[in-house]
T-cell receptor, first 116, second 113 residues
Framework: GAGVSQSPSNKVTEKGKDVELRCDPI?????LYWYRQRLGQGLEFLIY????????KSGLPSDRFSAERTGESVSTLTIQRTQQEDSAVYLCASSFTGTSSYNEQFFGPGTRLTVL | DQQVKQNSPSLSVQEGRISILNCDYT??????FLWYKKYPAEGPTFLISISSIKDKNEDGRFTVFLNKSAKHLSLHIVPSQPGDSAVYFC????????????FGKGTTLSVSS
């Protein structure tokens, strides 16, 4: 597709369960980012991938959060033992990182996670 | 400690008038600034950006102004249209692809006809 896609669009889970969120970036974009937006807040950076490696994981809030990227394409964000404070919209973005590129990131529609 | 601040949670404007959305930042290392527009249940959409080497960038009805000494930027929309009603986020980063964007909390713009 032409844009960033994410699945599922909505996820409701029980506290303590694990969840996996998927992101398909724009074809050819080497950089991929995960953000989350809690109610009434701005977007909060979680992790950045360049190719399949993650040079910046500084935003991951705890060791319950992990992410991987394979084939310089799809990325999965995993949250283990979910807590109610994990409820948020999780947004994925991608960008091209050529030598003359600026930091314009293109976002997917997000996954709304609700932890009961 | 918020590095990017949008102090007005909401703004109401009449159709045809100018909308001015403001953003302040604290980190002097930021040198690239972006505005995103977000409709409910959709991801943010890139609107316009400005590098710190400029003080103005214009794209159609949208103009972004940057005042580096005041660490302030603003987005002007003129004329405003009802379809502009959305949440507008200001974001900042180092002018280098592959760095995290730091976002403000957003301003909800309502344009009435």
């Amino acid at each position: 597709g032409a844009g960033v896609s994410q699945s599922p669009s909505n996820k409701v889970t029980e506290k303590g369960k694990d969840v996996e969120l998927r992101c398909d970036p724009i074809s050819g974009h080497t950089a991929l980012y995960w953000y989350r937006q809690r109610l009434g807040q701005g977007l909060e950076f979680l992790i950045y991938f360049q190719g399949n490696s993650a040079p910046d994981k500084s935003g991951l809030p705890s060791d319950r959060f992990s992410a991987e990227r394979t084939g310089e394409s799809v990325s999965t964000l995993t949250i283990q033992r979910t807590q109610q404070e994990d409820s948020a919209v999780y947004l994925c973005a991608s960008s091209f990182t050529g030598t003359s590129s600026y930091n314009e990131q293109f976002f997917g529609p997000g996954t709304r996670l609700t932890v009961l | 400690d918020q590095q990017v601040k949008q102090n007005s949670p909401s703004l109401s404007v009449q159709e045809g008038r100018i909308s001015i959305l403001n953003c302040d930042y604290t980190n002097s290392m930021f040198d690239y600034f972006l505005w995103y527009k977000k409709y409910p249940a959709e991801g943010p959409t890139f609107l316009i950006s400005i590098s710190s080497i400029k003080d103005k960038n214009e794209d159609g009805r949208f103009t972004v102004f940057l005042n580096k000494s005041a660490k302030h930027l603003s987005l002007h929309i003129v004329p405003s249209q009802p379809g502009d009603s959305a949440v507008y986020f200001c974001a900042a980063s180092a002018n280098q692809a592959g760095t995290a964007l730091i976002f403000g909390k957003g301003t909800t713009l309502s344009v009435s006809s």
